[in-house]
């Protein structure tokens, strides 16, 4: 499956923004997928994950209240809502996705297929 992910940009400190992570090549019905980021300067890191029914999800605290993650099956499409940004956020976003399973997947390594990822910049 390919991953392409799309929605970055700049925002002011407080504004909103919503990445989409499109999959082509078969359906998502049977995928944990999640989104990670890496900030200028530092490791990859776990954002938010969301099972294959998009009934069960997983926050890293730090976006818990803030940011939501969703998925639509049909359209074969992951998103993350990311509300009340912060320029702590400024990062590059990738989505993830791990076939056969029906897990919430938190881990980089378990994930097999990956996005090409998109810049967020949060300005102060």
């Known amino acids: 499956v390919q991953l392409q992910a799309s929605g970055g940009g700049l925002v002011q400190a407080g504004g909103s923004l919503r990445l989409s992570c499109a999959a082509s090549?078969?359906?998502?019905?049977?995928?944990?997928m999640g989104w990670f980021r890496q900030p200028p300067g530092k490791e990859r890191e776990f954002v938010a994950a969301?099972?294959?029914?998009?009934?069960?999800?997983y926050y890293v605290d730090s976006v818990k209240g803030r940011f939501t993650i969703s998925r639509d099956n049909a359209k074969i499409t992951l998103y993350l809502q990311m509300n009340n940004l912060k320029p702590e956020d400024t990062a590059v976003y990738y989505c993830?996705?791990?076939?056969?399973?029906?897990?919430?997947?938190?881990?980089?390594?378990?994930?097999?297929?990956w996005g090409q990822g998109t810049e967020v910049t949060v300005s102060s």
């Open positions: 090549g078969r359906t998502l019905n049977s995928y944990g």
């Open positions: 993830a996705a791990k076939p056969g399973t029906w897990r919430v997947i938190t881990q980089a390594r378990d994930y097999d297929f």
């Open positions: 969301i099972n294959w029914s998009g009934q069960s999800a």
